[in-house]
């Protein structure tokens, strides 16, 4: 028997952009009023590229083009953590996502290990398969990148356990006499991003938890409550223990007080349009599910495997863009103000989720004029789910 998940025991992310173009010491203050706030962590993500195609940047895409010189320029997420746990002294510090392929998992462990110090322990280290845009233009490929990943989270438990150079055979990973040094302050928790059945599996076998993105790829509540459900079968099956096993979402939203800011993003904005015809569902083919959403892209098109954004045409581009609906757009994210964003997250809570990060693209739809509005709002819900 599993305890019930309560607001109580759900821990609060927001997340920093972390795009160059902004100092990168402005996680400093931002982290500061997350913890003053009392909001749990700062999370910031791992993107070496764009993530949405480089043809469609400019003023009449984003408001923050006007400041940003594109929309593929990005921190190094642990360092930028790192310095606000130099700022701090209660905020979890956490990466969602990283990929076992860029870094192997030794080096992901030891920036693991860091944070987690940093924290008091109070942080989550996300790793996925990673996608075709952040590895394939860099060299590195996808191919096995399960395997790769399986690896990944057992040489994690056996970085973490062993006290003296150990060996190690797997599917991709061979260590011989590895060790990165005993000692030992928090044990970093270190969860599996994804949401294919081989994903799953592994984060029941190995993981701290298990993270997803809604509503990218959970869009109904029934079926992200199924998938809990039959997680907590398969932890029990491999002998652990549910109620220590971290349920994870990221949260797409707009979050706005102004419901006619809100409708005229939706109408108007390219960034969302884009947005929605790439990310509003992970596999493009669950539109479908939607009786009132006509595909804008090809049914196999999931952008983990397809998208390479500076390799889109101006034309290709606009082709989707024209076919994006409006009912499209609206579905890709949880848009309203604080109560309204709060109350539909709190069902994902009920459904067993007790870990919720925030990725607002307010700022981004809005202007960065709106950021320090858009931290407050995310700190509202923030409170408002605790309450």
Not at 60 to 75: C, E, M, Q, T
Not at 229 to 247: C, H, N, S, T
Not at 275 to 298: K, N
């Amino acid at each position: 028997m599993t305890k019930e998940t309560t607001v109580s025991n759900v821990q609060t992310a927001v997340w920093f952009p972390g795009v160059r173009g902004v100092p990168a010491k402005s996680i400093i203050p931002y982290a500061q009023r997350l913890e003053q706030a009392g909001v749990d962590q700062v999370f910031t993500w791992d993107f070496l590229t764009g993530i949405l195609p480089r043809v469609a940047w400019g003023e009449s895409f984003s408001p923050v083009a006007n400041v940003l010189p594109d929309g593929d320029s990005f921190y190094d997420p642990f360092t930028l953590l790192g310095l606000a746990g130099g700022a701090t002294e209660s905020l979890g510090l956490s990466v969602s996502a990283t990929n076992g392929i860029r870094n192997g998992p030794a080096e992901i462990m030891r920036m693991a290990m860091t944070i987690a110090d940093a924290s008091q322990g109070n942080s989550v280290v996300c790793v996925g398969v990673g996608e075709k845009q952040n590895t394939v233009p860099f060299g590195y490929s996808r191919k096995e990148g399960l395997a790769r990943l399986e690896d990944h989270f057992r040489l994690y438990q056996l970085l973490w356990e062993k006290t003296e150079p150990f060996s190690f055979e797997g599917n991709f990973w061979h260590f011989r006499n590895a060790y990165i040094g005993g000692a030992r302050t928090h044990r970093p928790r270190m969860l599996v991003a994804g949401a294919g059945p081989r994903a799953l599996d592994i984060a029941a076998r190995y993981a701290d938890g298990w993270l997803t993105v809604v509503p990218a790829a959970f869009a109904h509540i029934e079926h992200y409550a199924q998938t809990v459900r039959d997680m907590k079968v398969a932890l029990e099956k491999y002998g652990r223990d549910p109620d220590d096993f971290i349920f994870a979402i990221e949260a797409i939203a707009l979050i706005h007080e102004d419901r006619a800011a809100i409708d005229k993003a939706i109408d108007h904005s390219e960034f969302v349009t884009s947005f929605a015809s790439i990310y509003g569902r992970m596999a493009h083919a669950e539109w479908e599910l939607e009786p009132d959403v006509e595909l804008a892209r090809p049914r196999d098109y999931n952008y983990t495997l397809h998208l390479l954004p500076n390799e889109v045409t101006r034309e290709e581009n606009d082709a989707v863009m024209a076919r994006v609906s409006r009912a499209m757009k609206s579905r890709s994210f949880v848009h309203g103000n604080a109560r309204q964003v709060a109350d539909h997250w709190l069902t994902y809570i009920n459904a067993g989720a007790t870990w919720v990060g925030f990725l607002d693209f307010a700022p981004f739809v809005f202007g960065l004029d709106e950021a320090g509005a858009c931290l407050e709002r995310n700190i509202d819900v923030c409170t408002l789910l605790k309450a």
